[in-house]
């Protein structure tokens, strides 16, 4: 028999493409699950589950969704690297409401962090989990933000969160670099299930990767939440291989092309041009 969560779980960002995976996958367990997102719906409500609309710049709406919850999976907000207005109302304002609500509810927090609060760095480095923080855009920077709130949470409140730093979570790999960084949904859904069966988690990082031989990440905390990836990119090698972007900061970097986006340098790193 699965265990089940003791109280609901809320998970945000649920009619996005990661959301709209983990939904039907917990209601399928059998959990309890109060949905949410700024944007309806667009499947089938699983069984067990209910959904309301609403922003994460409304701090009441959030309370109210979060009551009586032991786990707020927190997939909400600016996904992808956006102008620094656009990101500040649902990175920022939206994650303080949800750091309050499990405050409030002492409940724990699964952030979806992501690979690009660490991007640029070069694909050459192989980075622990407490590797110095590089955000390669507004986006990143709101996530490394959100890190930093989860660790003000645990140390002053004591709430728990997991933060993972997803890398390319997509149906399948679809360019090299997602040899290394490739998140498989399956593998994310069950990281999801581990971090809220997880006994404790203090406040932890783990990568979220699948099992890639050329990965660019190394130690985290994934023992403690008892997850282990089951799928790898490996599979996709012969596929994707070669299919690069041909610009050499793109390819220098963890991140990829969103270290280009609005990239001004005018003397570019050493690496890029040895002399
Ligand atoms: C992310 O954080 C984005 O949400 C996703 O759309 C991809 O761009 C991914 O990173 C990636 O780096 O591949």
Redesign the pocket.
Known sequence: MTETPAKPVLLTGASGALGRQIAPYLAALGWTLRLTDIAPFPDALPKGSSFTRADLNDGVAILRLAEGCGMILHFGGV??ERPFEEVLGPNIRGLYHIYEAARREGARVLFAS???SIGFHERSEKLDADCQFMPDGYYGLSKMYAEGMARLYWHKHGVESVLVR???CFPEPTEER?LS?WLSYGDLCRLCERATLARRTGCCVIWGASNNSRTFWGRDARALIGWTPQDSADAYASRVQGRTSGDPVVELYQ??A?TRIDYTRTAPPEKLFPV
Do not use: L
């Open positions: 996904s992808v992501s690979n690009h997803i890398g390319s997602m960084t991140g990829g969103y």
